[in-house]
């Protein structure tokens, strides 16, 4: 696909996706949670470390936008860090899980045959554990540091991606480019990464986008569990799990950080569902 | 039939050892893993003869496998906390479990299909995007963060306490009190279990029906004179619903992931809490073992959901 054929998908791509305004606003709440997860230093009124017992659960006022946890730590400027570590959860995760998913799932299309039926029963047999269980085990198993949960959750999650993958590669290969490509004497590699993959690429842009979703959610049931990035580290679900204890006191130890971590869940879906609508040409027009 | 049947099987088969191998490498094979442990001179000699007991470690590598398969299906495995078998442990607090995955279930599917076909109806108008985002909120929604919001608000504005699987103080009240009682304590996580679902389940009924009365068998039907009402509710949902049958074998794995969380929150005696408990008490016979089952059931769900599925519609048996 050249330069301008690219542009021009993008540009038909817009036409669809911005006329899904779920998807537009989630879109925009992610921009800016980049924005802020990028700027923290910046934007952060105090140091997210700095205890001060004097200051100790103090609630929402003008000096502390957020109130103040049971170490006097400034809530908002750790929900500011906090979301560098969510966000970071997220993409490692999936793009560790979509890297594995297209793996798979190429090869396992491509080839077909006895290469394909045993990469799937791989797919059906990793499908049947309980992912938030399994997660946990090997969390617990491994210990809970930032990278062991961001690899684990990507282990655990390619099934989806090579699913979709293998599908749109099993009737890809059969199509005429393919033919051509194969005729002009390109190996398989290249004619799975630079002909085929380009193509299939659409539907594993929905489930990156629905999965850093979930990814973000997993961290937060860990840190609930205690098995997620440990403090003092600041992620939202480690506040969050910080602050149940003071739930009758504090409330709002347990609300913001809820709240983000629901804001920045909620947007993704909502992209991803657009993403959906607009990259699938059978969706289209239908609005 | 009966070769659709026995290619299942077959395949049912090769999954299953899939499942046991994977799971006896996560336990004996990840770095960290409790084999590690007997290396640690720290670790007591008690738990490392049980764990030389539990896993044959004085046998070659292959035998070791099938011995721990062995003792898993005969409940020859003991727990590292108190040395009980692992399957009594597990058995006495399934029921639980059961209970209350059976009762989010039926509340998934009691609220989810309606609210699908409500939706489907009037696609795009305003009730539709409600629902829209209502299930996008209900799917984002951090399950533990929700449950500690309600019994915040129950206990702050009833005063009613809402852990465990009843009150503890139940002198003085009569029977249907008790009832009651249990039933309150089953319906809160129970109904915040089932929010993924109802949300996800929804929005799948609601693009099935879209994608259904498209089909030219529906205006074949409207064509020969039938009511809306009829084509919709009969003829249409009927078809929608199918593929419906194939989510039950996924709603395992799902159910039992949250109720690792949602038992641990309200304090519910399940398997999910059990599991946990074991998590944090290196208890690995335990967590192993409903590991595995949980993979087992869920196997077996989405085989019997293929089953059903070959049964109600003729077109998969051929594929």
Redesign the interface.
Known sequence: MNERGMTSQIKFFWKYFKRNR?AVGGLTIILIIFIVAGTAPFLAPYDPGKTDVSLKLKPPSLKHYLGTDQLGRDVFSRMLYGARISLSVGFVAVGISIFIGILVGAIAGYYGRWVDSLLM??V???????????I???V????PSIFNIMVIIGLTSWMGTARFVRAEFLSLKERDFVQAARALGLNDRRIIFRHILPNALAPVFVTATLDV?TAI?VE??LS????GVQPPAPSWGNI?TEG?TY??DA?WL??FP?LA??LT??SF??VG?GLRDSLDPRLRGR? | MARFLFRRLLQLLFTLIGISILSWIIITQAPGSPIALTMDPKVSPKIIEQMEKNYDLDKPIYQQYFLWLKKLFTGKLYSFKDGRPVLEKIAERIWNTLLLNLVATLIIFSLAIPLGVFSARRPYSFLDNLGTFGAYLGLSIPGFWLAYLVILATVKLFGYPVLGLRSFVIEGLSTPEIVLDRIWHLLLPASIMAIHGIAGLSRYTRSSMLEVVRQDYIRTAKSKGLSEEVVYYKHALRNALLPIITLFGFLIPGLIGGSIIMESVFAWPGIGRLAYQAVLARDYPVVMTILTISAVLTLIGNFIADLLYGVADPRIRYQ
């Open positions: 779920l029963r791989l059906d047999i990793m499908f049947c554990f309980p992912t938030f269980f399994l946990l085990t090997v617990a198993l491994l210990g979703a959610l937060a049931g609930f569990l205690g098995f969050l149940r739930i009758f409330w347990t609300v809820g971590i629901l869940v909620l879906n909502l569902e609005r």
